[in-house]
């Protein structure tokens, strides 16, 4: 069917836009007001203007004028001060109150409510064009620009309003950190319109996973995001869930560009801070998307990441060093490295002269930077290694002013050339980090682990399964690598490769929980259902004896989606109602409105159309762009009897929005014929065998449609075709037993 890829929604003014646009919407009115030096502050119409007005310092006696200006419609001007209140108009609601302050003197006693009355008509148009402007016709999200206007608020001196949004109470501002995602899902089509309908789907996609998060488009599959309070570490995370979400969802390409800048929240000049500018942040994001774009088909990178090499937790020994150390190791086929470090940092900024003093009594030392040190140590394994520090930690007093953590790393080892000896006493020395301060740690499998986790983290896949295999040549069995190793080559798309691994760690530890969910999900993405289902099965069985909570929600659906594939829909309604999904107050963690998608697909599946009905519309409350929901709700609709044109409505709206299911092809299809639209209903039915060319479904409506529009023979072969797939089919045995008899 024939659908033109763009939304071009015209929106109203709303709420909302005071906190989307408060810093436009602001400069709007001071221009066209210049009798007005400012402050503007907004405040919504439905807002608890006493809350608001504490929340913001702003004067009690406010509260008595804006209730004024709701009942009377009309601009009112405070006695006590000259503040104008300017109602502000959606359609033909007032929306909010515009309180300019810093009104000239002269001129407030001849404002004249007439003159107020019209202003506040024509401003309230400007803001309502200034909102459109900010609208990227594809997607219906807001566009670049308003992304960029974002950023200049929250970077600039003017993100006051930003910070008082978020505060918990008077005393300071709830984030310090804003992260900024680029996030890529390139279309793979071969025509414009599949191109465009495929970003859409995908923006929905996201939009269903972040919930109310304002996202932007910025032109051929590129999504802005701003991550309030996210730090580095958090938007990782965060970014590693979204590349899930949407590999799970069927998307063959993403990539994540994070740049996180800190200490938004400081009120500081710029000079002082040095906080880069709004194009800066936006230049620096994509540089990272662009890096992210060379590691794989779901693959994140961070800016820090690529624009600090020298602070990255396994950054190489300057070639100085190696130098050092190279003249050191040369006659030597047995030495181990030790890489000393202070655990906090020193007023004196080097290396603890008595600490180097007492190391180059019994062994070379080659310092590295104000905190580090390697040792060499000739002709030494672990044991003399770890007996050496020992006696050396004896030697230490406790007015130095830190403890000193050290990794030790030894030669020969597996395949490691001697110059990777270094790198090992870092990775030994990430290692320790995790044990706590005053830690030796040697070298092993999970260094490796600790490593490889870095790289994986960042998102290069590539680098992060080399040193897990190297792991697994030192440590065979460690489980923690075994499963490392496999979700890696299955992010890369690699399930079948991915899948041993998974099933080594089982063979040891057969209720280990990660081991079960990754391997359902290799099964899943290659297609076996039902041994997807049995994993996922015994996953959700550990799960509820130990209590993991790990983004237990993405387990949640895909078993409860696998079940209603297969047909097993009072199995998912048991799974669904045990989580507690249409309470309202149930958890809003990523993906936890999708479930509502499955639990009314259980209902519909099992008849249970009110119930159905019920969960789906609140499943499109939550996503007003998910197309199996939309789909599911036509079909009932037109069952019910809720309105036909209601029913065509949505289905046509699913198939708009994703046009690769073939379900939403045939419910379509279904409620045309329920309308007794006949001939309209064959074109998608064709759409939906060229999806599902073994659809028993598609093919019986294909039969009775050719039966109602008198071609028998046509609905014959049909019928008979049907019972090559299912012999037994009831339905197409009684019509062409009654076609015969006719």
């Given at each position: 069917?024939?659908?033109y890829p763009f939304?071009w929604q015209?929106q109203?003014?709303c ?7 408060n810093k ?22 439905s ?16 509260n008595?004028y804006?209730?004024?200006v709701l009942?009377?419609q ?9 503040v104008?209140f300017l ?5 033909e609601t ?5 309180a ?5 003197a ?5 404002l004249?409510?007439e003159?107020?009355?019209d202003?506040s ?8 064009l ?8 594809v997607?219906?999200m807001f ?6 206007d974002t950023l ?11 910070l008082?949004?978020n505060?918990?109470d008077?005393?300071?501002?709830a984030?310090k ?9 390139h ?6 319109e599949?191109a ?7 923006g929905?996609c ?7 998060d304002v ?23 965060l970014?590693?869930?979204i ?6 969802e ?6 994540i560009g ?30 990272a ?9 779901y ?15 396994l950054?190489?020994a ?8 190279r003249k050191?190791w040369?006659?030597?086929d ?6 000393i470090?202070?655990?906090?940092e020193?007023?004196?900024?080097v ?7 007492l190391i180059?009594?019994?062994a070379?030392?080659i ?5 580090e ?7 030494a ?8 520090i020992?006696v050396?930690?004896?030697?230490l007093?406790?007015?130095?002013g830190?403890?000193?953590?050290v990794?030790?790393?030894?030669f ?13 006493g870092?990775?030994a ?6 044990l706590?301060?005053?830690t ?8 490796q682990?600790?490593c ?5 983290g960042?998102g ?8 897990y ?6 440590d065979?069995t460690n489980t923690?690598?075994?499963?490392s ?7 890369m ?6 899948r ?5 760690i089982?063979h040891?530890?057969?209720k280990?929980y990660?081991?079960l969910?990754?391997?359902g999900i290799?099964y899943?993405t ?5 041994q997807?289902i049995?994993?996922?099965?015994k ?5 509820r004896?130990?209590?993991v909570t790990?983004q237990?929600?993405?387990l ?5 989606k696998?079940y209603?594939?297969?047909g097993?829909y009072?199995k998912?309604?048991a799974?669904l109602d045990?989580?507690?999904?249409i ?17 009314g697909?259980?209902y519909?599946?099992?008849?249970k159309?009110n ?26 609709y037109?069952?019910?009897k809720?309105?036909d044109?209601?029913a ?9 929005i994703d046009?690769s299911?073939?379900?939403h092809w045939?419910?379509?299809?279904w ?7 006949y ?10 065998l060229?999806r ?8 019986h ?7 109602k ?5 046509m609905?014959?072969g049909m ?9 037994d ?9 009654q076609m015969?008899?006719?």
């Amino acid at each position: 069917m024939g659908h033109y890829p763009f939304e071009w929604q015209v929106q109203d003014l709303c709420s909302e836009d005071f906190i989307h646009f408060n810093k436009q919407f602001s400069q709007t009115l001071l221009r066209l007001m210049p009798f007005a030096e400012g402050p503007v502050v907004f405040i919504g119409s439905s807002t608890d203007c006493k809350e608001a007005l504490h929340a913001l310092n702003k004067p009690k006696y406010w509260n008595q004028y804006i209730k004024r200006v709701l009942k009377r419609q009309r601009s009112v001007l405070a006695v006590e001060k000259p503040v104008l209140f300017l109602p502000v108009w959606g359609s033909e609601t007032i929306i909010g109150i515009a309180a300019i302050e810093g009104i000239d003197a002269q001129f407030a006693h001849v404002l004249s409510e007439e003159w107020l009355s019209d202003r506040s008509r024509i401003l309230s148009r400007e803001l309502f064009l200034q909102k459109q402007l900010a609208f990227e016709p594809v997607t219906g999200m807001f566009n670049g620009l308003h992304l960029y206007d974002t950023l200049e608020s929250i970077l600039s001196d003017e993100h006051s309003f930003y910070l008082k949004r978020n505060k918990k109470d008077g005393n300071g501002a709830a984030f310090k950190n804003v992260s900024l995602f680029l996030i890529e899902i390139h279309p793979q089509a071969n025509n414009a319109e599949k191109a465009l309908n495929y970003i859409v789907r995908a923006g929905y996609c996201l939009e269903s996973f972040l919930g109310q998060d304002v996202l932007h488009h910025m032109g051929n599959g590129v999504f802005g995001l701003v991550g309030h309070d996210l730090d580095e570490e958090q938007a990782k995370i965060l970014g590693m869930n979204i590349l899930s979400w949407f590999k799970r969802e069927g998307f063959s390409r993403i990539h994540i560009g994070i740049n996180t800048i800190e200490g938004v929240g400081e009120t500081r000049s710029n000079e002082s801070s040095g906080m880069p500018d709004s194009l800066t942040v936006l230049e620096q994001t994509w540089l990272a998307l662009r890096k992210a774009s060379r590691r794989g088909p779901y693959a994140l990178c961070t800016f820090n990441s690529i624009s600090n090499p020298e602070t990255h937790p396994l950054k190489k020994a300057k070639p100085a060093v190696m130098a050092r150390l190279r003249k050191l190791w040369v006659d030597n086929d047995r030495f181990a490295i030790l890489l000393i470090s202070q655990d906090r940092e020193l007023h004196e900024k080097v290396f603890s002269k008595r600490l180097l003093a007492l190391i180059e009594a019994s062994a070379e030392a080659i310092p590295i930077n104000e905190s580090e040190t390697f040792v060499f140590l000739a002709d030494a394994d672990a044991k003399i290694a770890q007996s050496w520090i020992h006696v050396l930690k004896k030697k230490l007093t406790d007015d130095l002013g830190t403890t000193y953590s050290v990794g030790i790393a030894c030669f020969p080892c597996v395949d490691f050339k001697k110059s990777d000896i270094l790198q090992n006493g870092r990775k030994a020395l990430l290692h320790a980090g995790f044990l706590g301060p005053d830690t030796v740690t040697l070298f092993d499998g999970v260094s490796q682990n600790v490593c490889g986790d870095i790289y994986y983290g960042e998102g290069d896949l590539v680098r992060a399964v080399k040193e897990y295999s190297k792991g697994l040549e030192i440590d065979p069995t460690n489980t923690n690598l075994l499963n490392s190793l496999g979700e890696a080559y299955a992010r890369m798309n690699k399930p079948r490769i991915a899948r041993p691994f998974f099933e080594k760690i089982l063979h040891s530890d057969p209720k280990h929980y990660m081991g079960l969910f990754n391997l359902g999900i290799t099964y899943l993405t290659t297609g076996e259902d039902e041994q997807a289902i049995r994993y996922f099965e015994k996953t959700l069985s550990v799960s509820r004896r130990k209590r993991v909570t790990s983004q237990p929600n993405d387990l949640l659906l895909q078993l409860s989606k696998l079940y209603c594939r297969t047909g097993r829909y009072n199995k998912a309604i048991a799974l669904l109602d045990k989580e507690k999904i249409i309470d309202e107050e149930s958890s809003k963690a990523p993906g936890r409105d999708a479930l509502l998608r499955y639990l009314g697909e259980a209902y519909l599946g099992k008849g249970k159309n009110n119930e159905a009905i019920m969960v789906l519309q609140r499943a499109v409350r939550h996503n007003p762009h998910d197309a199996y929901s939309l789909s599911m709700l036509g079909e009932l609709y037109a069952l019910q009897k809720q309105g036909d044109e209601i029913a065509l409505s949505l289905c046509e709206q699913a198939v708009n929005i994703d046009d690769s299911h073939w379900k939403h092809w045939y419910r379509l299809a279904w409620v045309r014929y329920n309308m007794g639209q006949y001939e309209s209903a064959l074109e998608p039915l064709k759409e939906c065998l060229r999806r599902e060319r073994k659809s028993v479904e598609a093919m019986h409506l294909f039969a009775q449609i050719y039966d109602k529009l008198g071609m028998k023979s046509m609905a014959t072969g049909m019928f008979q075709k049907i019972l090559k797939i299912v012999p037994d089919h009831k339905a197409a045995i009684a019509a062409l037993k009654q076609m015969k008899i006719n």
